[in-house]
């Protein structure tokens, strides 16, 4: 069965602190990995998304790996903001031939920014 | 996102009553969704358009419908609501020519006493 899997389920930092979530997938035949923001009560934004081909990308402060041989992604967060207070959300592409009802989504990993 | 509206925003219904979410974006977009997220659960797929005369059902589609009016309009209806359909439920395009990577509405707040 296709599943992902984040880790930690919530997590609480000090301001200027950096941090790292995990996703740990079993879906096959992958596409892509992608990790969307979603503020409290707003859509998802995408950060990032990568190909088998790709082990890293950054987005600003924002840097995911992806080890498919694994079929494990991290998303770090470099010297956090109050602003990066969120769910971080884990998705990952089944290739089925280029059908998109093959997204299959993590349930978020919901990060809280002290000051 | 503004380039995808949803109204209405909130709504607070009752059961058995008949229900139409609507989504527009002026991203050009030709693939459209609908997603349903829980509190704790991940984004659920309800249907998905690729074209204006494509519509597919999702995982979970059972109690909803769908129109793709234009390219521009999605509209998820439910035909009569039930308690456990309240929850937030989102818009979402995308293009291909990006990965198909999504954009998403702000969502919609649905209750359903």
């Known amino acids: 069965k296709n599943q992902v899997e984040q880790s930690p389920q919530s997590l609480i930092i000090l301001e200027g602190k950096n941090c790292t979530l995990q996703c740990n997938y079993t879906v096959s035949p992958f596409s892509n990995l992608r990790w969307y923001k979603q503020d409290t009560g707003r859509g998802p934004v995408s950060l990032t998304i990568m190909t088998f081909s790709e082990n890293t990308k950054s987005n600003g402060r924002y840097t995911a790996t992806l080890d498919a041989d694994t079929k494990q992604s991290s998303l770090h967060i470099t010297a956090s903001q109050l602003s990066d207070s969120a769910s971080y959300i884990c998705?990952?592409?089944?290739?089925?031939?280029?059908?998109?009802?093959?997204?299959?989504f993590g349930k978020g990993t919901k990060l809280s920014v002290k000051p | 996102d503004a380039d995808v509206t949803q109204t209405p925003r909130n709504r607070i219904t009752k059961t058995g009553k008949r229900i139409m979410l609507e989504c527009s974006q002026t991203k050009g977009h030709d693939r459209m969704y609908w997603y349903r997220q829980d509190p704790g659960l991940g984004l659920q797929l309800i249907y998905y358009?690729?074209?204006?005369?494509?519509?597919n059902k999702g995982e979970i589609s059972d109690g909803y419908s769908v129109s793709r009016q234009a390219q521009a309009k999605f509209s998820l209806s439910l035909e009569s609501a039930i308690p456990n359909q309240t929850a937030l439920y989102f818009c979402?395009?995308?293009?291909?020519?990006?990965?198909?990577?999504?954009?998403f509405g702000p969502g919609t707040r649905l209750t359903v006493l």
């Open positions: 998705v990952v592409s089944a290739d089925y031939g280029g059908s998109q009802g093959n997204l299959i």
């Open positions: 979402a395009t995308s293009d291909p020519g990006q990965l198909d990577t999504q954009y």
């Open positions: 358009s690729f074209d204006v005369k494509d519509i």
